[in-house]
């Protein structure tokens, strides 16, 4: 067989781009749909507690039953696309999930309109924090910005702080699960 | 231990190989799935994983979902084997060059 250096240098490089893009590939697999969908209900609900002067329980709870049954239909589906073992440490991950939105909504009880957002927020933070030590930066990233809006609009723009939760931070969930899911392919 | 596999070599079913070995123990993928991410067709894998499997690479699991036959890949031990002694011996003739 005849091979040039080059030719060798060039497949050893594409063969370890391949594993990477792959693994990479996969997570995207298993986040993008859901990035979108609750970038979508957070849009609806702090859009929604912006007209409405305040974010409000009866609104943002039939939008966080939609979201887990609709994120169970898409793990669902995409188990079939890739079925892992790590799907029991996921439904684990929404378990804990769940008992931490829990404990602060019996400690934050009775809500506000000022609490709540916040309440909101840092549920979010919990999430895409503890499943980016799995996933991946960009979640962590991605929590820790949703946070810094918080904050930002509760120290500085509490009259605007929902419509902004709701156009940046739910533009940056659904920017970032169309982005994976378009770039985090493998390459040719 | 280093062994150039011609099996192996070929530009597809390399690239199949490595897509496959990005999965941890116990996960499988889907033919269709595969097919999309390498931009294969479904005629080409099918091709190329015939010969992985006849190999004892790439492990072939047909079942049904309802109606819908599924079909799930993964890479054997073997496989991984093979494929890690082939890219050492790329790296072993770019060496000696």
Known sequence: MKTSPDDIKKTLVDLDRIVADTRRAIVALHTADHLILWGLIWMIGFGVGQFTGGSIPW?????????????GWIGWRKARAVSSPLLLRILCFFLVLIGYAMVWAVLLHPFNHHNFSVYIASVFLFAYVVGGLWLGRIFVGMGLLITALAVFGVLFVPDWRDGLMAVLGGGALIGTGVYIRRAWTVRE | MSE???????????????ALSALDDGERMDFRTLAEMLGLTDGNLGAHLTKLEEARYVQVKKTFVGRKPRTSLAMTARGRVALASHIQALRDMLDSI
């Open chain 1, 59 to 71: 609104v943002w709870l039939p939008l966080a039953a939609v979201g887990m049954v609709g994120s």
């Open chain 2, 4 to 18: 150039f596999n011609e099996i192996i070599h070929q530009s597809a079913r390399l690239r199949i190989l490595c």
